[in-house]
């Protein structure tokens, strides 16, 4: 009786690693650019030693004896600045969640859906402060101008934000109001937005957060608020007055991110519950 012997198989082959010279000059392109940013910077780099004890000397004079009486005048205009974020939020809102649901696949022209696209992504490449130095020529110093430019800026992050959540809602009301007859309006009424909506109000109240912050940084160029207020007195380089400031504005910034986003977890849960159910 002959023993058989098993066939060798080849050993497998290793595929080599695949070239992508593209890549490496996109990264040495990058890396030569960067280098000449810090190059060209008139940078004096001994004063990073002296970083540290300053940061403790500036600290020292804004929060060692912080000046109470500015708090009701502070309070007011962190008040202003959360109207001026409001307005922005609500204006923001009533433009771009047609837009959004124009923008997304099925429910407009392709040619339509670009456009809107591209709006969005223009429009959140410039910050709120640029927006609102383009508008105060027609709107002036006030903080209409800061609710207009953060209405402006809201449009491109809820305008992508809502199309992208009504394209990932589920497929099976959509086609369903489709085949009773429903138009697009009725689609988009009774197939998209009940699945949709606890994302909305989720984005609405994650912009209102972000406003809330904006609000502080475009009072610097003097459309009101408390960033107005800090502005001015860090001019004049009354730092136990600036201690206070800051103190209100990381207070209630914090306490407002902290109501909004338990809200948005309470919406996001319920919407998820009745999915299960």
């Not at 904006?214 to 207020?229: N, Q, T």
């Amino acid at each position: 009786m002959t023993a058989t012997l098993a066939p060798i198989r080849p050993a497998a082959l290793i595929p080599d690693k695949p070239r992508r010279p593209w890549l490496t000059a996109g990264w040495v392109l990058v890396t030569v650019i960067v280098v000449l940013a810090f190059w060209s910077i008139d940078i004096n780099w001994a004063r990073l030693a002296d970083l540290p004890s300053e940061i403790v000397r500036y600290t020292i004079l804004m929060f060692g004896s912080p000046n109470w009486e500015k708090l009701p005048e502070a309070l007011w205009q962190t008040w202003r600045s959360i109207e001026m974020a409001w307005v922005g939020t609500i204006l923001g809102i009533l433009l771009a969640t047609p837009l959004s649901l124009i923008a997304a696949r099925g429910f407009g022209p392709a040619w339509l859906r670009t456009l809107l696209r591209g709006l969005f992504s223009l429009i959140r490449a410039v910050p709120e402060i640029i927006i609102a130095i383009v508008i105060l020529s027609v709107t002036g110093l006030t903080p209409f101008t800061g609710a207009l430019a953060l209405a402006i800026n809201g449009i491109g992050t809820l305008g992508k934000w809502g199309y992208e959540a009504v394209e990932a809602v589920p497929r099976g009301p959509i086609e369903a109001a489709r085949a009773a007859g429903g138009g697009t309006l009725q689609v988009l009424r009774w197939g998209v937005w009940p699945q949709a909506e606890p994302a909305f109000w989720s984005f609405w109240l994650y912009r209102f957060e972000i406003n809330v912050r904006s609000s502080a940084v475009l009072g610097l160029i003097g459309v009101g608020g408390i960033g107005d207020m800090l502005t001015s007195y860090t001019q004049y380089r009354e730092w136990s007055t600036v201690g206070v400031l800051l103190i209100v504005v990381v207070a209630v910034t914090m306490l407002i991110d902290a109501v909004s986003g338990a809200i948005r977890r309470r919406i996001m849960e319920g919407a998820r519950t009745r999915v299960l159910v």
